[in-house]
C-alpha cells in the first residue's frame, strides 16, 4: 500500500494550546472542510493525554457525521485556550471546544477557529498562510507535521 500524504500541501499552523494549568506547542492541519457552529480543535488520544484529558472523566461522548461516516469522539465545550505561534509573532487568541478522536493522526483547526485566529490562507496546496491584519504579499510557510503516535484507546 503507498501513503499519499504529504507534508507540504497543507496548511499547518504552530498552536499553543492551554486546558486548565496544562500547556503545549504542537503543529495543526487547518481543515476547511471541518464545518462546525463553533471553534473547533480536533486531537488525537496522545495530545488529549498531554493536555490531561484523556481518559474522558468530564466529557461527553458524541457521534459526528464525516465525509468518512460517522465518528465516535468526546466532546469538551469551550475548554482550551488555542493561540497561534509564528516566528515573529504571537496571534491572537481564541476559546475552542476540543474533541478527542482515535482516529486523528494529528490536529485539526476547524473553520471557525481559523476565523477566530485570524487566518488568511493564501494557498492551500502550497502551505501559505497570513494573518487577516498583514498585507496580502505577506504569505507565510506552513509548518513541518509533527508525527503524533496512534493510539488504540477508547475505540
Not at 15 to 42: C, F, H, M, W
Not at 106 to 112: A, F, V, W
Not at 138 to 145: G, V
Amino acid at each position: 500500500m503507498v501513503e499519499l500524504r504529504c507534508e507540504l500541501m497543507a496548511v499547518r499552523l504552530r498552536l499553543k494550546i492551554v486546558v486548565d494549568e496544562k500547556a503545549t506547542e504542537t503543529v495543526a492541519l487547518l481543515n476547511s472542510g471541518y464545518e462546525a457552529p463553533t471553534p473547533q480543535l480536533l486531537i488525537p488520544i496522545s495530545l488529549a493525554a498531554k493536555l490531561k484529558l484523556w481518559p474522558p472523566i468530564e466529557a461527553s461522548e458524541v457521534i459526528l457525521d464525516t465525509a468518512g461516516g460517522p465518528l465516535r469522539a468526546w466532546f469538551y465545550p469551550m475548554k482550551a485556550k488555542v493561540s497561534m505561534i509564528a516566528e515573529d509573532v504571537h496571534g491572537r487568541g481564541a476559546t475552542a471546544d476540543v474533541v478527542v478522536s482515535s482516529l486523528a493522526d494529528e490536529p485539526l483547526i476547524n473553520d471557525k477557529l481559523a476565523d477566530e485566529l485570524e487566518i488568511a490562507v493564501g494557498s492551500f496546496g502550497r502551505g501559505r498562510w497570513r494573518f487577516t491584519r498583514e498585507p496580502k504579499e505577506k504569505l507565510r510557510r506552513s509548518e513541518r507535521i509533527i508525527q503524533m503516535p496512534i493510539s488504540n484507546e477508547g475505540s
